[in-house]
């Protein structure tokens, strides 16, 4: 019998409703996928049994019996396979390998670059992704793919289309490591809706409908999540919003414009206001403040605040229920935590206050890195998005 592709599009869609049941809800039995997804169990059967053969689903002996036979119960194998995910900062990255379930085997923090130069920077991500696929553990699949997060506007297909931070214009980067590692499944985009992706699936995210992350960093860049999806924009380059100007006559920023919102809330506002003083990084400033040296504390706390004002801008046009703070910057909350959350209140319309949430990322800086490895591991499982 010819399948025609509605038949196939309908098992596909079948089979990663299944899939994500045994995913989220493991140990489970058949007939529980089939109660909790609505499918017939005889297809249920048939599902598991391909998932099985896959080697996806692991069966591991039976479970509690309700009357009748002990049910052979299910897991995802989080072993079946293996990826990559890498965040590419300024100056630096930082590589992981995990499994399929988002468990990280092996980390590679801050690697050094020596030069943004497009060339020197993508051979210094291929040797490093070499190195983890050397050390990946043995799998049915191996290591399936790479996701990187990227800084600055990625279109769809993953070309960096300008990065000032970087300097970078038009730097075809999927490109560049697809041809390197034939075969695998490579992701790139902007790193904070890479980041939205590693706090929906793995941090504090859990599952919202409607959230957004500051990528609060080198510099800042957002990540947005309406009704359960991915938000990117008319043509891919949404997350923008550290160029949003909150200064009509501020400082030039490298994008080309003036009174960038990073300019005042990222680790740019410790470089400029540390010109004449004894500290320069984020790190510096955090042992100054420490000794309560008072213009660290007033830095700090100026940070806050500006970070307090992008943020009131963004829940009153966006109304998210949860907005999640990541990257370095987190790594500040003791300081920055009481004047942002207290300009936000100030600043952010009251009906848009109601059930609103803002937590510092536990992810800290593993956001981006699980977010772009999960975007591989959405692509190799095929799961449509599909509530169960």
Known sequence: MKVTGDQALVKKINTSIALEAIQLHAPISRAQVASMTGLN?????NLVNELLEQQLVLEIGPGQSSGGRKPLMLLFNRHAGYTIGIELGIGSFTAILCDLSGQIVLEEANIPIRSNE?????????DTITALRSQAPSAPYGTIGIGIGAP??????????????LGWRNV???????ERFPGAIVTVDNE???GAIGEWEYGAGEKAQHLVYI???AGIGTGTIIGGELFKGAYGYSGEMGHMTIEANGRKCSCGNRGCWELYASEKAIAEAGKNVSYHSLEEIMQAAEQDEPNALHTLHQIGEYLGVGIANIINTFNP???????????AERWIRKPLLRT???RTLQSHQHGLQIHFSSLQQRSTVLGAANQVIQLFVGRTKVSV
Not at 321 to 331: S, W
């Open 152 to 165: 600055g506007m990625v279109d769809e297909e993953g070309n960096v289309l300008f990065a000032p931070n």
């Open 192 to 194: 904070a809706r890479a």
């Open 118 to 126: 497009s060339e020197h920077v993508i051979d210094s991500l291929c």
């Open 41 to 45: 169990k005889a297809t249920v059967s």
């Open 321 to 331: 229920e949860l907005v999640i703070i990541g990257n370095k910057l987190t790594q």
């Open 172 to 178: 075809a980067l999927k490109r560049a490591i697809e």
């Open 344 to 346: 936000v209140q100030q």
């Open 215 to 217: 990528s609060a960093g």
